[in-house]
């Protein structure tokens, strides 16, 4: 699958899912100009590609994405958004845990790094 492709099924996944559980996360104030959607996916699509550092998550995706993601600002607004998600990101890997792992499953998912 090509990178482009990649990002984008993300985002597709990411934004479907936001609307089916969060109507209105906002309640007051402008909207920001990246929508919560991309944030996500941004994140996401990033460290599934290898980078662990929010700095070069924005300059990578800043670089060669750009077309992808016009709205995006300066890292400083991206961090900011990044960080005031962290309720529905939660949220989204509660989710997507219950949607693969049924009750009375007897596999756990431990977040770390897979051995061979």
């Not at 100009?33 to 996401?44: G, H, Q, R």
Request: with cysteine; net charge positive.
């Amino acid at each position: 699958m090509l990178t482009e492709d990649y990002i984008t099924e993300v985002y597709c996944f990411i934004d479907n899912m936001m609307k089916e559980c969060w109507k209105n996360i906002r309640k007051r104030g402008p909207g920001p100009k990246l929508s919560d959607a991309e944030v996500i996916t941004m994140e996401i699509a990033g460290e599934s590609l290898g980078m662990d550092c929010d700095k070069t998550i924005h300059r990578y995706f800043r670089d060669h994405w750009r077309h992808l993601f016009p709205n995006l600002g300066t890292r400083t607004t991206f961090l900011r958004q990044a960080a005031n998600l962290w309720r529905v990101k939660q949220e989204i890997r509660r989710i997507l845990l219950t949607r693969l792992l049924p009750n009375g499953s007897q596999i756990s998912i431990v977040d770390g790094f897979p051995m061979p």
